[in-house]
């Protein structure tokens, strides 16, 4: 493997960590723990600008200035058609550095119409969000905001809360519910917000805490429903201001990740098609041996074209056997048909019929992950638009399955957890188990799975042994000869390691994964399980088994993630 594949694999590896956060249907999700390396991700207004650091100062020391970070891309709040509102989370960290002994005026998460601009004279008091114009008649505005006021500006029985306060707002400045906050006592320290909207029971919700703090977060609350206030898309960014006097405000870090339900059934997507079982047997040429792209755990795949839609597609036939095939085919079409994201394989349509179950995706030419991993595909344009083709056995299985007893469904060896294996259970952390062992292949140059003599061993045994020897960078990829970053190698595998820990509870969260390999974060402290579980056992390769082939057993449905994810 070149250098130049193992990069761009680890680019991949980013991607995939990316679509195992709290994720996605018909969402926004970004990640940034540095602005300066995710220029594209937001835009900044005002004074707004990058430290060198890689921060973001909101605004330029000075007597009333305004400045804004906002999201690039908009939310989609609610679908208009049939009342659906999204959920949400935000989380940012900010220091408030004041000057002096004096506070002015402090900063807000706020959600408003797109395009929404600053408004004439409105710094100090306003958070560069209203003016006094606009706030004398609430009625015309669309806006929420949770403000972080540092500074009192009205006497306590108006509008503005005693002293410093967290609060929430909705279309003016008047603080609907609040809670106290120290930004004196906590000047120039790290804070860590954490914004949350169910729109279930519409409550906003808001805790805060800093860093190094052994005080209990704070935390505010408020009952709402954003539809009422808010167009059905909206922007979303942080807006600082000051008055009379001037505060440092500065943002290090920012994420934000929505999911709104859409109903399929209310034609406002580009709904799966259901095919008749002619059509698909037409498109493939009838499942013509020369038409099969390859296996997954639950079906064989065959490339087709519907000439209709002038449309390329690849053709997933469930395996007949398989017990819980209705139970595939609705768990996937009902998640799927209600799922949009750039990185995820386009869901087309399905057929069920003639006791077979068929599912249909867009084609994806440039094949997948493991076919340039272990095939004889050599090179990997930077330009390569990579698509997940399956989304991760935690979001697939109906929540009625997800029981302690076995389920008799082919899954692919090497990829599938322990407790998976054991009693059938699955959770979000199964699939950052997965994750793992992609990540062990990657910077290994091996399958999961490999033969080594007259036995199959897995990857990941072979790891922790080097990892206890204490001579984890011999497990790199020997075709790279050693010549690749050291630190970067050690993050790469002990992320493997991390992410398979037989454990399910002492795997790490997405974005944990996401500042370690980026060496944002400190490698993390890997001590041997009490118990090492190896997936599965496995017995003596046959002789007429080939070493490089993919394996599967009668085992709880999960598949291999290197060879669902795709190149377009």
Known sequence: MSNYNYHFSIKILFTLAINLLPTITHSLVFNISRFDSNPTLVRLEGDAKVSPTGDIELTKLDHYRVGRVVSSEPLRLYDSSNGTVADFTTRFSFRLQIFYGKTDDGLALFLAPVGYPIPPHSAGTYFGLLNETTVSDMSRNQIVMVEFDSYQNAPPDTWDPEGQHVAINVNSIASLAYAPWDATSNSGKTAHVSVSYDSTTKNLSVTWSYEGSVDPPGFVSYAVDLKKFLPEVVTVGISSSTGLDSEEHTISSWEFYSSLD??????????????????????????????????????????????????????????????????????????????????????????????????????????????????????????????????????LVDPQLRTDRMTPVVGTIGYLAPEYVSVGRVCKESDMYSFGVVALEIACGKRSVYQEGEYHVTLMKRVWELHLGGNIREAADERLDMEFNPNQMDALLKVGLWCTNPNERERPKAGEVIKVLQLDAPMPELNKPHELHFAVELHPVPS?????????????????VASRFLQS
């Open 262 to 395: 859409l109903d399929v059934e209310s034609g406002c997507l580009s709904l799966p098609k259901r095919f008749t079982y002619q059509e698909l047997v037409n498109t493939t040429n009838g499942f013509a041996e020369d038409r099969k792209l390859g296996r997954g755990g639950s079906g064989h795949v065959y490339k087709g074209t519907l000439r209709d839609l002038d449309r390329q597609v690849a053709v997933k036939r469930i395996f007949g056997e398989s017990e819980h095939s209705e139970r595939i085919v609705f768990n996937e079409v009902k998640v799927i048909s209600r799922v949009m994201h750039r990185n995820l394989v386009q869901f087309v349509g399905w057929c069920q019929e003639q006791k077979e179950i068929l599912l249909v995706y867009d084609y994806m030419p440039n094949g997948s992950l493991d076919n340039h991993l272990f095939g004889d595909r050599k090179t990997l344009p930077w330009d390569v638009s990579t698509k997940r083709g399956d989304f991760g056995v935690a979001k």
């Open 544 to 560: 007429q088994q080939t070493t490089d082939s993919t394996q599967t057993a009668s085992l709880p449905p999960y598949r291999s």
